[in-house]
């Protein structure tokens, strides 16, 4: 009877194909034990050709080894964490990791609760887009992304958002606008705090005065609903803006919604800009001028760094990635 007709194969079965001892066999399929490279060789195509799949379950109990990564995000079903997402587990997985998410919905508590499971499961590094529940661990690497935590972790890996904001806020200058909106999410973690930052910056450095900036910041979750009535309350302002820099793809997504609802044209009574480009942003009608999306190579360079650590044992201080913005000109402020 065939090996395959048996079911899976074993490495019983590749060590009889190759010839060798099972012991020989297990070194030869691990690149850091010592064997003659035609050896290696010899059990490795035994290997492919036996269809032959380790069990990481049964190494992992014989060596107390783990082979497992953790991703946490405060929302998966946002856009932006779920593109990061797939590029980290792309990469991650290359590395022979599996990987375990965990969903916070934006809640500290849920958070701890997450780094404790995977603490318990024994992964060998956590990346983490923290909601604030994190305490300093040494136990394992810890990559943040997104939202950083200042002097903690191995790596931090962010996009440029002060620098975004300056990209966004002069295209609308150029435009001939002077009553430049903000709509965004409180400044509690790192892209809240830098995108407002950022805003405020690039109004002074375009020469224009404190009163020419019209900030409303939504509830604590970067919604559609939460930008649309944020952008109704700057319309409610005397001056109203006539220029808007939305903070991601879903508030101007709301914002715009709010324009439409207020009788505003886009960009004929009000300019519209996002910091991130939602995947429809060429559909939108008009289509909305922003910032080139990133998010899979951000969840990528994640991953190597969390990779670099974990090969390291490195804890800190951190590394700090800064990932650049390109600005993507579309009609959502007119022609340009």
Known sequence: MSTRSR???TLADVAAAAGVSLSTASRALRTDSPVSE????????????????????????????????GVIVPDIGVGFYARALKGAQDA????GYQVIVM???????????????????RVHGILLATSGGFSDSRRVPV????????GAGA????????????????????????RIGYVGAPPQFTSGIERLDGFRAALAAAGLPSSAERVALGDDVWSVESARKATLELFSLRARPTGLVAASDTLAVGA??????????VPEDLAVVSFDDPFFGDLLDPPITALARSERHLGELAASLLLHAIETRRFGPPTEVRLPVELIVRGSCGPH
């Open 7 to 9: 079911g899976h194969p």
């Open 38 to 69: 035609a050896t290696r060789r010899r059990v490795q195509g035994a290997a492919r050709r036996l269809g032959y799949e380790p069990n990481q379950l049964a190494r992992s109990l014989r060596t107390r080894a783990s082979f497992f990564a």
């Open 92 to 95: 991650l997985e290359r590395a």
């Open 103 to 121: 969903n916070t919905e934006r809640q500290a508590k849920r958070e701890a609760a997450a780094l404790r499971t995977l603490l318990a499961h």
């Open 143 to 150: 990559v943040f992304f997104d939202n950083l935590v200042k």
């Open 155 to 178: 790596g931090h890996v962010a996009r440029a958002n002060r620098e975004g904001m300056t990209l966004l806020v002069d295209h609308l200058v150029e435009h001939g606008h002077e």
């Open 256 to 265: 715009i919604q709010a324009a439409r609802a207020a009788g505003l044209r």
